[in-house]
């Protein structure tokens, strides 16, 4: 297939000539077959113009910026990183999605504050980010239309995992907003997407590939979802812990995430004069309080009280995380160790019983429900001590502590965890 035929193809998409059946040949046969590097830009092009699209004037269009994860347990990078960027100088246009099955989801998190909305137009967007820097909101129907007609389809014929279809599925929808520059983060372990290294590589690359095409300076950071990120798993647990880390006192393997991709936007912006600056320049918003200032805009801005981020009091009575009727349940180790492995992805199905997670998109959550790491990977434990509170509503049933057993494995050396960046691409 040429890329003028994937032209024709996405327009038929859209304006509903193509029939599904034909449709849905065409997506087994790239899931079956692949296609090329060319191919795969020009359908991802095609995709992103199915559509309308941001628009920034010269000021500010090279310094326009976002972010992508593939997704993972306790991933709250986007709620720290997108105001530190904006506190940098930085304008970030972030579209996000909800959470599906063991995952969560940006919008989910955000609509744990109370008032804030995530519905905004496009011209609404453009004048947020022009005004104070940061806009995180989900997609708009008249962005990429394309995607999702082929997403629902793709959903239904098991041509999900296809990398040319994952690559144009993201990275449209990224070159939609009108970016000059793009870091993904691409995860990989039990808890991931692509629990397979390699494969998370390969996809890495495509979309760094199919971006770059597209005139979007792209890098990609590899990095483990084995163990959870930081120590919040549920929706509004992760919104404290955001603000923490945004006042500075955030997990260190959060803390690490946020300032590495951050550096690399910057530097790929030319604010930075290289990555490792840029991951300081971030790391000082976060310490001097101009990333919870850009934060607490936003949320201004977006219809939230602000007010909650007062003080640690008003915040969790904001978050519904101060509530009569939820329940707290530590789980203690038999003995004493090193914790040397802690299961995301076992965590995370738990909280998802509990009710934190979607099982289907229609679901509705509880956000105040979820769990807190009381230790994480490297730190000592002793015999008795709780490694986990799990807050929730009813009765913990017998199938959720089931599968928590085994999920903390102890040693009895002291060592040093390694980072969960692997790699960076490009």
Not at 57 to 85: F, M, Q, R, W, Y
Not at 270 to 291: C, F, P, Q
Not at 293 to 322: K, P, W
Not at 352 to 374: K, N, P, S, T, W
Request: a negative charge; hydrophobic letters at 40%.
């Amino acid at each position: 297939m040429i890329p003028v035929d994937i032209h024709n193809l996405v327009e038929g998409v859209v304006d509903g000539s193509i029939s599904d059946e034909d449709l849905t040949s065409w997506l087994k046969k790239v899931h079956s077959e692949g296609i090329s590097e060319v191919e795969t830009i020009a359908l991802t092009e095609a995709m992103r113009d199915s559509g309308e699209t941001l628009s920034w004037n010269s000021e500010i269009s090279e310094l326009v910026v976002d972010k992508h994860s593939t997704g993972g347990v306790g991933d709250k990078v986007s709620l720290i990183l997108a105001p530190a960027l904006a506190a940098c100088g930085l304008k970030v246009p972030m579209i996000s999605g909800r959470g599906l099955g063991h995952t969560g989801g940006t919008l989910d998190k955000l609509e744990s504050i109370p008032g804030f909305s995530v519905e905004m137009e496009s011209d609404q967007i453009q004048a947020q980010v022009n005004k104070i820097g940061v806009a995180m909101v989900g997609q708009t129907d008249k962005l990429v239309p394309a995607d999702r007609r082929m997403y629902a389809l793709r959903d239904v014929t098991g041509t999900i995992d296809s990398v040319p279809l994952i690559t144009s599925s993201i990275v449209s929808k990224k070159a939609a907003e009108g970016l000059s520059a793009l870091v993904l983060d691409v995860k990989f372990g039990r808890a991931a997407f692509m629990t397979e290294e390699v494969k998370a590589k390969k996809l890495a690359e495509s979309m760094v590939s199919a971006a770059r095409g597209m005139g979007v300076a792209t890098t990609a950071v590899l990095s483990s979802m084995d163990t959870p990120l930081g120590c919040a798993i549920g929706n509004s647990l992760e919104v404290l812990e955001s603000v923490e880390t945004l006042c500075g006192n955030g997990p260190a393997d959060l803390e690490e995430l946020v300032c590495i991709q951050g550096g690399l936007l910057l530097d790929s912006t030319g604010l930075a004069e290289d990555r490792d600056t840029g991951a300081l320049m971030i790391h000082d918003t976060l310490h001097d309080g101009s990333a919870l200032e850009c934060f607490r805009a936003m949320v201004d801005a977006q219809g939230g009280d602000s007010s909650i981020l007062n003080n640690d009091s008003s915040l969790m009575v904001g978050l519904g995380l101060i509530d009569t009727e939820l329940n707290a349940t530590s789980l203690c180790v038999a003995e004493s160790g090193w914790v040397f492995d802690i299961d995301a992805l076992s965590i995370a199905h738990a909280c998802q019983r509990m009710g934190a997670g979607r099982f289907e998109l229609g679901d509705v959550i509880d956000r105040a429900v979820g769990a807190i790491l009381e230790v994480q990977v490297g730190d000592r434990i002793e015999s008795g001590d709780p490694w986990i509170t799990l807050y929730h509503r009813d009765e913990v049933g017998r199938s959720t502590i089931e599968g928590l057993i085994g999920s903390i494995v102890l040693v009895d050396e002291e060592f040093e965890p390694g980072s969960r960046i692997h790699e960076v691409i490009g």
